[in-house]
C-alpha cells in the first residue's frame, strides 16, 4: 500500500479492527518513510450485477458513484455517512443476491430516492431534480408537489 503523502510503497499496519457494519476491515496504516498515518478498508469483491444506463452502455456497479449522489443530495442536511455507507452496503447485498447479470440504472435510481424520500424530504427533492433530469421549474414544482400528497396521504 502506497503511502498518499510520500508514495513510499512500504507501510505498517498499526491496528485493524471490524468496521461498524462489519463488511470491512478498518485498518490504520503508517508510513515507515515519513511516519504518515492514514486509514484503508478491505472489503470482500463482491459479483454484482453489471449496470444498464439509459443509453443502453453497461459498467460495473459503482459503489462510490452511488456514495457520491446521495451525499451531494444530503450536503448540509441531518443524514450521516453512516447511513449512508450502511444504505449503500445493503443495496449491494441485495443486488448481489438478487442473480442478476444486469440491473437497470433507473431501478437503482428508484431505490436511492425511495430511502431519500424516507431521511430527508429536501435530499429526495435534490436527488430526484438531478436523476430525472428536470428541464424546467414546472418540472421541480410537480414533483415537490407529488411529494407533498403523498405526506399528506400518511397524515
Do not use: N
Not at 85 to 110: D, H, K, Y
Amino acid at each position: 500500500m502506497k503511502c498518499p503523502a510520500c508514495q513510499h510503497p512500504e507501510t505498517k499496519v498499526v491496528d485493524s479492527r471490524v468496521s461498524k457494519d462489519g463488511a470491512a476491515i478498518r485498518r490504520r496504516r503508517e508510513c515507515l518513510a515519513c511516519g504518515f498515518r492514514f486509514t484503508t478498508y478491505e472489503r470482500v469483491e463482491m459479483q454484482l450485477p453489471m449496470v444498464v444506463k439509459r443509453d443502453g452502455r453497461r459498467e460495473p456497479f459503482s459503489r462510490e458513484k452511488v456514495i457520491e449522489g446521495i451525499r451531494k443530495a444530503c450536503q448540509k442536511r441531518p443524514i450521516s455517512m453512516d447511513q449512508i455507507e450502511a444504505f449503500v452496503s445493503e443495496l449491494e447485498r441485495e443486488l448481489m443476491e438478487s442473480g442478476e447479470r444486469e440491473i437497470p440504472s433507473t431501478e437503482i435510481g428508484e431505490r436511492v430516492m425511495a430511502k431519500l424520500q424516507e431521511w430527508d424530504q429536501v435530499a429526495y427533492v435534490r436527488f430526484a431534480s438531478v436523476y430525472r433530469q428536470f428541464k424546467d421549474v414546472k418540472e421541480f414544482i410537480a414533483q415537490v408537489q407529488e411529494l407533498l400528497a403523498s405526506q399528506e396521504k400518511k397524515s
